[in-house]
Every structure is written in C-alpha cells, then in structure tokens.
C-alpha cells in the first residue's frame, strides 16, 4: 500500500524554540493532507488539514500562528511548532488521503514525538 | 459536535480469547465508520468499515457492524492471537469531508 513517512520520528528542543516536522508521501501525490496531535492515553484531535498551494484550514481553536502549515509540493507538508512551550510536547501525525472525497483511503505516517523542555 | 467513544483500555487477553471492544458515536447525518489499527512503532492502518447502516465491514478475521439504532460500531473477533497486539481506533467521518473523528483508543496485549 502507499506510504507515508514523518521526519523526525522523535525531537527533544528548549523552550522557545522553532521545530518543524515533515511529512511525506512516498509513491502517490496528495494534494490534501492532514495534521493530528494524539496526547497520551487520548484521541487524536485533527489540527488542520493541508492544502497544497493555498493556505491551510485549522480547526476551532488551534492557533495557525503557533503551528505553521506549508504544503509546498505535491508529497510534502511541513509543520512548525513555533516559539514551542512545554505544552506542546505531544504526538503529532499526519495523514494523507490518496484519492479525493475517497475518506477510506488515507495512510498515516508513524508520527513524531515532540518534548519541549 | 461529532464524537466517538471508545472503552477503555487497556485490555489484556490470552491467546485464542474471544475479543469485543466497544465503539458508540454522536453524529448529525449518516457517518461512515471506520476501525484503525496502530502496530508499535508503525502508523495508524485501516483495518475495516461500514459506510451504512447493518453493513458489517470484516477484516483480518475482526468483524464490526453498524447498528443505527444503539449508534455503534464494536469491534469483535473470535479468537485472537499475539499478532493482534496494538492500539486500536475507532473513527467516523462523513462521506467526502475526509476528516476523521476518533475514539482515543483501547491498547489491546495478547499473552501467549
């Protein structure tokens, strides 16, 4: 099946400072493709979904200047957690969908690991 | 809003143990659901789904229908084996929005 991979897979950085996560998909396209921050022992909550050329989408309440969406390519999405704080030390995984309106078809990446000291 | 509720883990069963993980959604419309599967060290997996009410979406000899009228989707296979070790997720999303809603995941370990 395709595949999708996240770089890092783990990050430990200080307080206040910019960290950016890739994600890619390996062998398809995805114009779309999609963040989720997963805290422990709980649900991955959907932060936003990535639009190639055009601005990202954020849901309710995750702040777009704190978590910085570039979608420049067709197999890549980058977040940056800026200026990151202790409580942004969190599971962060993308996914992306590999044909449009088509929900059942989306790949994951294995996730990346962030600790804010 | 939209939301899953699955039951807590984790779960801790032996080999060749019936297995039932509970799933309940709140959703306006008709949803599809979905149950994903999370090996160590691996990314989320689709392991089935059910796009309508009483369809039963079968996978990897795990089972789940959707039943309208209780709004779930349970997870449930016969007899399971060490490889089932994982965290699963239940989700729903609605048809063409792409985004999912999930559950926040039962861990699941088989002894053998």
């Known amino acids: 099946g395709a595949v999708v991979s996240q770089h890092p897979s783990w990050v430990i950085c200080k307080s206040g400072t910019s960290v950016k996560i890739e994600c890619r998909s390996l062998d398809f396209q995805a114009t779309t493709m999609f963040w989720y921050r997963q805290f422990p022992k709980q649900s991955l909550m959907l932060m936003a979904t990535s639009n190639e050329g055009s601005k990202a989408t954020y849901e309710q309440g995750v702040e777009k200047d704190k978590f910085l969406i570039n979608h420049a390519s067709l197999t890549l999405s980058t977040l940056t957690v800026t200026s990151a704080h202790p409580e942004d030390s969190s599971f962060y995984i993308c996914?992306?969908?590999?044909?449009?309106?088509?929900?059942?078809?989306?790949?994951f990446g294995p996730g990346t690991r962030l600790t804010v000291l | 809003g939209d939301s899953v509720t699955q039951m807590e883990g984790p779960v801790t069963l032996s080999e060749e143990a019936c297995l039932t993980i509970?799933?309940?959604?709140?959703?306006?419309?008709?949803?599809?659901l979905f149950w994903y599967v999370q090996y160590p060290g691996e990314g989320l997996q689709l392991l089935l789904k059910?796009?309508?009410?009483?369809d039963k979406g079968s996978n990897k000899g795990f089972e789940a229908t959707y039943r309208k009228e209780t709004t779930s989707f349970h997870l449930e296979k016969g007899s399971v084996q060490v490889s089932d070790s994982a965290v699963y997720f239940c989700a729903l999303s609605h048809q063409g929005a792409q985004k999912l809603v999930f559950g926040q995941g039962t861990r699941l370990t088989i002894n053998p």
């Open positions: 996914s992306a969908p590999t044909l449009a309106g088509a929900e059942d078809t989306q790949y």
């Open positions: 509970n799933c309940t959604y709140t959703a306006t419309g008709y949803p599809s």
């Open positions: 059910a796009t309508k009410a009483d």
